[in-house]
């Protein structure tokens, strides 16, 4: 008896596939969570989609999105991920390449025409660079914005604050000032107690 379910079985058929059209351009797979995951290398970024894209086993066809994810502490900090669906196969794939904040990507966007807008988001958001993207400017922050606030080493208070001078009759910068120091909390249990004296607690020894 096939210990795999009709939707994981076509899954592990598609990952064959996958496997043979791709050959050694595919740097790791894995199924989890009932979805297929495949890793390139960034600079076949372009031949790949093409051929999951254009291969009439699998006519991945539909771009559903593409995402950045931020590891610091690794050497190449970013991965950019590809979701794409098959109505045909009716089956998801997800691709990802890895890249750092100097090394730039090739843009999908000969490939899948609406991959364009989610690089912009990618580099707004994390300061993933695109190759070849036709509209490459920010997506969601204002115009003057410094930084990419998807990154975990973003400060949450952000590098500069916006106002408006009535006098100048713009919006102008600054730096971010901060009306009151960072407040510290204790989250300890009310019977343990927090370890320094509260305000007040100083009349209990006199």
Not at 75 to 88: G, I, N
Not at 175 to 182: F, I, M, R, S, T
Request: net charge negative; aromatic share 12%; proline share 6%.
């Amino acid at each position: 008896m096939n210990r795999y379910s009709p939707q994981k079985r076509g899954l592990h058929d598609v990952g064959a596939r996958v496997a043979r059209v791709l050959g050694d351009r595919i740097l790791a797979s894995e199924i989890t969570y009932e979805e297929l995951t495949v890793s390139v290398a960034a600079d076949s970024i372009v031949e790949v989609l093409t051929i999951l894209r254009d291969d009439m086993d699998l006519q991945f066809e539909s771009f559903i999105d593409l995402c950045g994810v931020d590891w610091p502490e690794r050497e190449k900090r970013f991965d950019v991920v590809y979701h794409l669906l098959s109505p045909y196969r009716n089956h998801r794939i997800r691709v990802k390449v890895e890249t750092d904040e100097h090394s730039p990507v090739a843009s999908a966007s000969a490939v899948f025409p609406a991959a364009t807008w989610y690089e912009r988001e990618a580099y707004d958001l994390y300061g993933i660079l695109f190759t070849g993207n036709p509209d490459f400017r920010r997506l969601l922050t204002d115009y003057g914005f410094r930084g990419h606030p998807l990154r975990k080493d973003f400060p949450l208070t952000g590098f500069v604050e916006m106002r408006y001078d009535a006098q100048q009759r713009r919006v102008i910068y600054e730096p971010v000032k901060l009306a009151q120091e960072y407040r510290s909390f204790d989250f300890l249990s009310p019977w343990e107690g927090p370890d320094y004296e509260l305000p007040g607690d100083e009349k209990a020894t006199q």
